[in-house]
């Protein structure tokens, strides 16, 4: 139609077929963040709070820090007013990067709702570059308008009447913190973005996400006045600690957000619709199914045989990470039973003393009993971890059960200190811990899938199949393997090994 | 071109596009119509790789939409259902946006916005906020932006809504200029006026099913019969009509007109004009009466609805 056109291959369709590389992905994702903060500049709506906050309340925030200071100073408590000038700084760095939170919502979900999104998707860009390009976007105004807010604070407190001289690593925290809220932030509404189709439902959802970042700025605040190294060259401790947590918080969210914004997630979802019914048949059909395909076993033959079975070989590489988890949880209890200031003071009497212990256990009711509150013990404890895990990307999984595992080394470090025949702890422990902790690593690999299945589905499939798959698999070994096998292991604690360890504290002379 | 074979898309339960299989020869346009929630835009989001198909595979201008999504993508120009303009921006700095994503260079990018924008009559408006645009002209440059890097495959969801007669002709004469210049062209649409006007072949969805499809004059003759003619004559038909039955199936006759239906015209119409020409009767006019692609589809409709009604019959 032009004298330009060329016969049936496009002319810059050729060189739009981009190479791999991360150089040419993040110039395609910058092409992508250039417009959309050129956009976001022009928005009044966001352009205005960004300016006041930026400018003018760093004004104030000093205003206020220099008074406050002063009539501390009246009472003698020039402490409280020092710690307070940090304190408003990170305030100042907060409050423009919780604009972020609105500027991802608007350019994720926005977009999607003015329907703008779909020529975009249509281009060569990849998924990848798609969403590093806006969630740069995202970032950067805010991001720029906080450390140039929190740049004049510092200026007017470091020169001002308030002469502020604050160690340097105080100020490196408060900009880290910043940036990784901002990342947290950001991130976050990504994935409450893609998973509603209008910024109504989006602003509601992104509750979850300021609530907590608020909460967690007061928390951080209460640390700068309280924190006993405040005043340290190297920082608050307790602050690095949260940075820390907060960057693996954004590495996992930056997964699922990278899992879940796909052109696949982002159009095959077109209305907000809560099917509670639906969603229950769908989970009902996930814990019958024998296979990814969702197909319901015809017996309980096959469901064991097929469906279980599959189930622990799709666990993959959980299974191992559990365990590695779990022996390493065990050596830190051992290593922190072998410090002096966490020894225990033993019972008098030795390993004599624990069988009259053993033998009173030795008696059908308690026996009885002692089995039923240790399935309740462990299954509760496995259920919590499961649960949690689901919210918490699978970290849950990997803290609450392996807790129990640094317990069990340093108990093994005490006897090992008072200088217990170590054949009593293998009695007590082994006995039934053949068939316990074998389940326990199972049910915990289950439930980090779980919640760790998001970040990365598995290839061809969206998060939301492929957490249906992982909670039918989790259920199934949990019914198939787990309540079995906990069962059993309790019987075996309550009855058979209190006789085990009396049959070896009397080999051993006790 | 475009090929799809046994193409499905299952939202969990919900099947929306059920074994579709269409060929698109590169220079032709295919007109993919249908009632709303057929499918079209499902089954158009598969072939320009944005969706994944969940059975039966796709390949658009050489390219598998699955395996080698982005360069069908590169090789695609999208006009979709909504324009979905960034309403902030300049008309020459959102294609120019849309150029370096399609991995123009800047002058070919300048050189080509101002080209197309020439091409729909957009040239005074280079420089104007996307927000100030009319309804008709935002159309027009969505497939200024659909056309922009030169694709050999288009994919058109309703090219000319919301357009003035004259912008719509301006955006028809563009389609049959790149067919003649071997450009692939799907196009959905309601305005059967137009796919009848610019379509090679229709295909007709329902249901995520293609019902139909083929040329203009294969499903005229498979779903409303053969072709129609009509014949006029000066004065009276005098028993025309009685006389012609060892030769043609007359459907309607008046005083001075008749309509049969012939399947092979090109043999029955000089038989029928040399009777008419023996028994004395002046003929005026021998013409094929057209079947209008809303006949067509009407019918086609119809039949797939009595269909299903008699499966569900079965069923129950």
């Given at each position: 139609m032009t004298a330009t056109a060329k016969p049936v291959q496009a002319a810059g369709a050729a060189s739009a077929v981009h190479s791999a590389g991360w150089r040419h992905t993040l110039d395609n994702a910058l092409i992508v963040t250039r417009r959309e903060v050129r956009?976001?500049?022009?928005?009044?709506?966001?352009?205005?709070?960004?300016?006041?906050?930026?400018?003018?309340?760093?004004?104030?925030?000093?205003?206020?820090?220099?008074?406050?200071?002063?009539?501390?100073?009246?009472?003698?408590a020039e402490i409280i007013g020092e710690r307070n000038i940090p304190f408003l700084l990170m305030v100042i760095g907060f409050f423009p990067i919780s604009i972020s939170l609105v500027i991802a919502l608007e350019t994720f979900v926005g977009e999607k709702e003015r329907r703008s999104l779909e020529p975009l998707l249509s281009t060569p860009l990849t998924n990848t570059e798609l969403y590093i390009g806006k969630t740069l976007a995202a970032m950067i105004p805010p991001l720029l308008a906080s450390y140039v807010g929190m740049g004049f604070y510092l200026l007017l407190a470091l020169t001002g009447e308030l002469q502020w001289r604050p160690p340097a690593?105080?100020?490196?925290?408060?900009?880290?913190?910043?940036?990784?809220?901002?990342?947290?932030?950001?991130?976050?509404?990504?994935?409450?973005?893609?998973?509603?189709?209008?910024?109504?439902?989006?602003?509601?959802?992104?509750?979850?996400?300021?609530?907590?970042?608020?909460?967690?700025?007061?928390?951080?605040?209460?640390?700068?006045?309280?924190?006993p190294d405040a005043d340290s060259p190297l920082g608050i401790g307790a602050l690095w600690a949260i940075a820390a947590g907060m960057a693996v918080v954004v590495v996992l969210?930056?997964?699922?957000?990278?899992?879940?914004?796909?052109?696949?997630?982002?159009?095959?979802?077109?209305?907000?619709?809560?099917?509670?019914?639906?969603?229950?048949?769908?989970?009902?059909?996930?814990?019958?199914?024998?296979?990814?395909?969702?197909?319901?076993?015809?017996?309980?033959?096959?469901?064991?045989?097929?469906?279980?079975?599959?189930?622990?070989?799709?666990?993959?590489?959980?299974?191992?990470?559990?365990?590695?988890?779990?022996?390493?949880?065990t050596v830190v209890g051992y290593g922190i039973g072998m410090q002096p200031e966490w020894r225990l003071p033993l019972p008098e009497g030795g390993p004599g003393a624990a069988t009259e212990t053993f033998k009173a256990l030795l008696n059908a009711p308690t026996q009885t009993g002692a089995l039923l509150f240790i399935v309740w013990q462990n299954g509760r404890v496995l259920l919590a971890a499961a649960i949690l895990s689901i919210f918490t990307f699978g970290t849950a999984a990997l803290i609450l059960t392996?807790?129990?595992?640094?317990?069990?080394?340093?108990?093994?470090?005490?006897?090992?200190?008072?200088?217990?025949?170590?054949?009593?702890?293998?009695?007590?422990?082994?006995?039934?811990?053949?068939?316990?902790?074998?389940?326990?690593?199972?049910?915990?690999?289950?439930?980090?899938?779980?919640?760790?299945?998001?970040?990365?589905?598995?290839?061809?499939?969206?998060?939301?199949?492929?957490?249906?798959?992982?909670?039918g698999d989790a259920a199934k070994i949990g019914l198939g393997l787990v309540l079995p096998g906990l069962i059993l292991a309790a019987f075996l604690e309550a009855f058979i090994t209190p006789a085990v360890v009396l049959t070896v504290l009397s080999a051993a002379g006790g | 071109m475009i090929e799809t074979h046994e193409l499905t898309k299952d939202f969990d339960s919900f099947r929306a596009v059920d074994s579709v299989t269409l060929t698109v020869e590169a220079g032709t346009v295919l007109a993919l119509l249908g009632?709303?929630?057929?499918?079209?835009?499902?089954?158009?989001?598969?072939?320009?790789?944005?969706?994944?198909?969940?059975?039966?595979?796709?390949?658009?201008?050489?390219?598998?939409?699955?395996?080698?999504?982005?360069?069908?993508?590169?090789?695609?120009?999208?006009?979709?259902?909504?324009?979905?303009?960034?309403?902030?921006?300049?008309?020459?700095?959102?294609?120019?946006?849309?150029?370096?994503?399609?991995?123009?260079?800047?002058?070919?990018?300048?050189?080509?916005?101002?080209?197309?924008?020439?091409?729909?009559?957009?040239?005074?408006?280079?420089?104007?906020?996307?927000?100030?645009?009319?309804?008709?002209?935002?159309?027009?440059?969505?497939?200024?932006?659909?056309?922009?890097?030169?694709?050999?495959?288009?994919?058109?969801?309703?090219?000319?809504?919301?357009?003035?007669?004259?912008?719509?002709?301006?955006?028809?004469?563009?389609i049959i200029e790149l067919q003649r210049d071997e450009r692939t062209f799907l196009i959905t649409t309601h305005n059967l006026t137009e796919a009848q006007a610019l379509a090679d072949r229709i295909a007709i969805i329902r249901r995520g099913r293609i019902i139909a499809n083929g040329t203009l004059d294969d499903l005229a003759r498979r779903f409303v019969g053969d072709p129609l003619m009509e014949l006029r004559v000066r004065g009276q038909l005098n028993g025309l009509a009685r006389d012609l039955a060892d030769l043609v199936q007359v459907e309607t006759s008046a005083d001075d007109w008749l309509r049969y239906r012939a399947p092979q015209p090109e043999t029955a119409n000089p038989a029928v004009l040399r009777r008419a020409l023996n028994l004395g009767v002046d003929v005026v006019t021998l013409a094929p009466v057209s079947q209008t692609l809303e006949d067509i589809y009407l019918q086609v409709v119809q039949e797939d609805e009595a269909q299903e009604a008699q499966r569900n019959d079965s069923y129950s």
């Open positions: 956009d976001s500049f022009r928005d009044w709506r966001i352009i205005v709070p960004i300016i006041i906050l930026t400018v003018f309340f760093p004004f104030l925030a000093q205003e206020v820090a220099t008074r406050f200071s002063n009539y501390l100073a009246g009472f003698g690593m105080l100020i490196a925290q408060i900009i880290v913190l910043t940036t990784v809220q901002a990342l947290v932030m950001v991130a976050g509404a990504v994935v409450v973005s893609s998973q509603t189709t209008s910024t109504r439902a989006a602003n509601l959802l992104a509750s979850f996400i300021i609530i907590p970042m608020a909460m967690l700025t007061t928390g951080e605040s209460l640390i700068m006045f309280l924190a969210l930056l997964r699922v957000g990278s899992s879940v914004f796909n052109r696949e997630e982002l159009l095959g979802r077109t209305i907000d619709e809560l099917n509670l019914r639906g969603t229950l048949a769908r989970l009902w059909r996930s814990v019958r199914a024998v296979g990814p395909a969702l197909k319901p076993a015809r017996s309980l033959g096959e469901w064991y045989r097929r469906g279980v079975w599959g189930s622990v070989r799709r666990l993959g590489l959980a299974v191992p990470v559990t365990a590695l988890v779990f022996t390493v949880t392996p807790a129990a595992y640094a317990i069990l080394g340093y108990v093994l470090a005490q006897l090992v200190l008072a200088g217990y025949d170590l054949s009593f702890f293998a009695a007590a422990v082994l006995t039934h811990g053949v068939i316990e902790i074998p389940v326990i690593a199972l049910a915990t690999a289950a439930a980090l899938r779980l919640g760790a299945v998001v970040t990365r589905p598995p290839r061809g499939m969206t998060v939301g199949q492929a957490w249906f798959l992982a909670f | 009632p709303n929630g057929a499918g079209k835009t499902t089954s158009v989001r598969m072939m320009t790789s944005i969706l994944a198909p969940t059975s039966g595979w796709a390949r658009v201008a050489g390219y598998n939409v699955v395996t080698q999504a982005e360069q069908v993508r590169a090789h695609v120009g999208v006009l979709t259902e909504q324009h979905g303009l960034y309403e902030r921006m300049k008309a020459l700095e959102y294609l120019d946006f849309f150029g370096q994503v399609y991995g123009l260079p800047p002058a070919a990018r300048r050189r080509r916005a101002r080209e197309l924008m020439a091409r729909f009559g957009l040239a005074d408006a280079l420089d104007k906020r996307l927000g100030e645009y009319s309804k008709g002209m935002k159309q027009k440059l969505a497939l200024v932006r659909a056309m922009l890097h030169d694709p050999p495959v288009l994919l058109l969801d309703e090219p000319t809504s919301a357009m003035d007669p004259q912008s719509a002709k301006q955006v028809r004469d563009a």
